[in-house]
């Protein structure tokens, strides 16, 4: 586990592929209780360590998760993830190809089919169909695959994924998608790679970015910047 920020009412670590943010059915050890077990040892801390979860990212995905250390910091960062307007998440892709235009606004509805754990395009009005809103940047454009910077507007479910396949630009790995071959480790190509935010109890302009994976992909593309 690699600590990217911490204090006495936050901790952000830098998320692999692999680890899960909150305990699931699959019964694996969760990200929460790493970190818990990381202050416990750490601060040698008596009983149970308090430990907020305010946001998640899905299991194939890696990078930027904060976690709150005190119920005040829980909270107003649950307020102000709630918002999209107070908390700025920046992520980088590599996707198959690349898009038509450098930069881009993408606006679609999504369904969410709960059963396929998917997210389907869709035409405004379908019954529960959500707006879904990102801009796209392509940092670097290689031969077989680019790198994507992407801002989210919205945070709606598989948002970036769903997407990128959606103008023909899949994100490496992901097979639900419309990727070509999974990754190796089973993870996906999209990386919490940056969060902004104010501090909610200092209220210091805090900015946390998390390094891109330790793969060559990813080194390659992000080195040619």
Request: charged share 25%; proline share 4%; hydrophobic share 35%.
């Amino acid at each position: 586990m690699t600590v990217l920020y911490e204090d006495n009412h936050i901790i952000a670590v830098n998320k692999t592929c692999n680890e899960i943010v909150q305990g699931d059915k699959t019964g694996d050890t969760p990200l929460s209780e790493t970190v818990k077990a990381y202050i416990k040892a750490k601060y040698n801390k008596p009983g149970e360590v308090f430990l907020g979860v305010t946001h998640r990212l899905d299991r194939p995905t890696s990078g930027v998760v904060l976690f709150a250390r005190t119920s005040k910091a829980l909270t107003r960062l649950n307020e102000m993830f709630k918002s999209h307007e107070q908390i700025k998440k920046t992520y980088w892709a590599i996707v198959q190809g690349a898009p038509k235009i450098p930069e881009a606004r993408l606006e679609n509805w999504l369904v969410r089919n709960e059963k396929l754990n998917k997210s389907f395009i869709a035409k405004s009005g379908v019954k529960d169909a959500k707006q879904a809103v990102l801009n796209c940047k392509t940092l670097v454009r290689g031969d077989n695959y680019s790198l994507l910077e992407v801002d989210l507007e919205t945070g709606r479910h598989h948002q970036i994924r769903c997407q990128l396949a959606a103008i023909g630009c899949p994100v490496k790995g992901d097979l639900k998608y419309g990727a070509k071959r999974s990754n190796p480790d089973g993870g996906i190509c999209l990386h919490a790679r940056k969060i902004e935010f104010i501090h909610p109890v200092s209220k210091e302009n805090i900015c946390i970015t998390a390094p891109v994976p330790n793969d060559s992909l990813w080194q390659q593309l992000a080195a040619s910047l």
